[in-house]
């Protein structure tokens, strides 16, 4: 399967642990994009890189959040002292980097989070 | 700020056409996008249009674009049950991360 993949696909914890998700995005895809969906919501951008340079977060990313992309290939979200709030599913996605036109951003699975 | 708009349901006979409405604000999108959910899953990209253009059709998919009105419109020809799921609107600038409407539920009954 050479689509984005997601892990774990759901994660149960308890209120103030630490949680680390991973993406990895289509080969050769430059840019990785984390976005977060609530129920009943569409999703909301939390954070995109290219290659390995973090180039944009959202004021929805507090300090509790942080992402990498080390080596520009796959990335991390972890978030630290976890509250019942950041239950969601946290969804990531890549794209070319084509300079020029569209570049669509395709999706992964997705990774369900349930804080108690 | 940007938003984008959509009715949250939507009930169709198998068969019939499915018309799915979404309005937007930021003027300087230039492409809008259609994406498909089903339960539990993540989206699939059905397709997108380029703000200069007014229509696009993939097959069953008809998307129309009234840039002036910023209103889109995504059309499912011959809906079938599979269809049943949740379509996202969304609006960017090709390269730049995409504002998502809260989604539209459709619902096929056979």
């Known amino acids: 399967d050479t689509g984005v993949s997601q892990n774990p696909r759901h994660k149960i914890t308890k209120r103030g642990q630490n949680v680390t998700f991973r993406c990895d995005p289509i080969?050769?895809?430059?840019?990785l994009y984390w976005y977060r969906q609530t129920l009943g919501q569409g999703p909301e951008f939390l954070t995109y890189f290219q290659n390995e340079a973090q180039l944009e977060k959202s004021r929805l990313l507090s300090d509790r959040f942080s992402a990498e992309r080390p080596k520009g290939s796959f990335s991390t979200l972890e978030i630290q002292r976890t509250e019942q709030g950041d239950s969601a599913m946290y969804l990531c996605?890549?794209?070319?980097?084509?300079?020029?036109?569209?570049?669509?951003?395709?999706f992964g699975p997705g990774t369900r989070l349930l804080v108690l | 700020g940007e938003d984008v708009e959509q009715s949250l349901f939507l009930s169709v006979r198998e068969g019939d056409s499915s018309v799915i409405n979404c309005t937007y604000t930021?003027?300087?999108?230039?492409?809008l996008y259609w994406y498909k959910q089903e339960p539990g899953a993540g989206l699939q990209l059905l397709t997108y249009?380029?703000?200069?253009?007014d229509m696009k059709q993939d097959q069953r998919l008809t998307v129309l674009l009234n840039k002036k009105d910023k209103h889109l419109s995504l059309r499912i020809a011959d809906t079938q049950t599979g269809d049943s799921a949740i379509y996202f609107c969304?609006?960017?600038?090709?390269?730049?991360?995409?504002?998502f409407g809260k989604g539209t539920r459709l619902s096929v009954i056979a």
């Open positions: 930021d003027s300087s999108s230039t492409y």
């Open positions: 969304a609006e960017g600038r090709g390269n730049t991360p995409l504002v």
């Open positions: 080969s050769e895809h430059n840019r």
């Open positions: 249009i380029f703000s200069n253009m």
């Open positions: 996605a890549s794209s070319p980097q084509t300079g020029f036109g569209v570049e669509t951003q395709y």
